[in-house]
């Protein structure tokens, strides 16, 4: 598989994913779940499925202030392109239930795409993982 096509759909896809997330667009942000997605997160239940990603997602978008960047994102497709794994870092804004201040969440981000049987890459696996408390913005 072509090492760089395979790179630049994952990076699309990511692109569409934030800029869905940050546009609160819950269904738009899970659109490119694979049926049998399942996200980890450090403290939470896994999501397992592309409804229960949508239901975590809908959560998220009850707070104002959330706000999603990555940085750092590097693509690494398998050799025929049935798999690609995006390591990243990010950055979450977000409301503090007891203060009710801004707050920055920073971590890594893993995402495992997963050639469909129609050819599309889909999210198949997501990692999220803090590096640390979160900090006042």
């Keep these: 598989a072509d090492a760089a096509k395979v790179a630049g759909e994952v990076t699309a896809a990511m692109d569409t994913v934030l800029?869905?997330?940050n546009a609160h667009d819950a269904d738009k942000a899970v659109s490119l779940d694979a049926?049998?997605?399942v996200g980890m997160s450090d403290g939470m239940p896994n999501d397992v499925g592309k409804d229960a990603d949508l239901a975590s997602t809908r959560k998220y978008f009850a707070?104002?202030?959330i706000k999603l960047a990555v940085a750092g994102a590097k693509v690494t497709p398998s050799a025929d392109g049935t798999i690609a794994v995006q390591d990243a870092t990010f950055t979450l804004?977000?409301?503090d239930p007891q203060t009710k201040k801004v707050?920055?969440?920073t971590g890594n981000w893993q995402?495992?795409?997963r050639r469909q049987d129609d050819g599309t890459l889909k999210m198949w696996r997501s990692f999220h993982a803090a590096t640390g408390p979160g900090k006042p913005k």
């Design 93 to 95: 804004d977000y409301t």
């Design 35 to 37: 049926p049998d997605y």
């Design 63 to 65: 707070d104002p202030a």
């Design 103 to 105: 707050m920055v969440q």
């Design 19 to 21: 800029a869905a997330f």
């Design 111 to 113: 995402v495992i795409f």
